[in-house]
């Protein structure tokens, strides 16, 4: 008897399609300034000088007493109406930082240039 000759395997299966490439997107450019919500104005002040006006003595900085006296007439230092000055800008010098009132920090620096933050 004449054996059969020995049966053909099956083709093997391909392997799976390999994903496509990923191919990266140029990122999309921003605006340079960030849209502005619904009631805002579009350009915005350093300080909001309404902002604690009522306690601006202890509760502002230098900067903002600053900037808001003169942009705004808000937050000023009472103004002296003597030819002396109304501060004794050397008194405490040492230790101006503790030791000084927001007023007496903001007369000196605008009349003397001490006391400056």
Do not use: M, R
Not at 2 to 21: E, L, Q, R, S
Not at 94 to 100: L, S
């Amino acid at each position: 008897p004449a054996t059969p000759p020995p049966a053909t395997p099956p083709p093997a299966t391909p392997p799976p399609a390999a994903p496509p490439p990923v191919v990266a997107h140029p990122a999309v450019p921003q605006p340079a300034v960030p849209p502005v919500a619904a009631g805002v104005p579009p350009t915005s002040l350093p300080f909001d000088c309404d902002a604690g006006l009522s306690n601006w003595k202890a509760g502002w900085s230098l900067g903002k007493i600053k900037w808001c006296c003169k942009n705004q007439h808000k937050g000023c230092p009472q103004a002296s109406t003597s030819a002396c000055p109304p501060q004794d800008c050397n008194a405490a010098f040492n230790n101006w930082k503790a030791a000084w009132s927001v007023e007496k920090k903001a007369w000196c620096c605008q009349h003397v240039g001490k006391g400056c933050e």
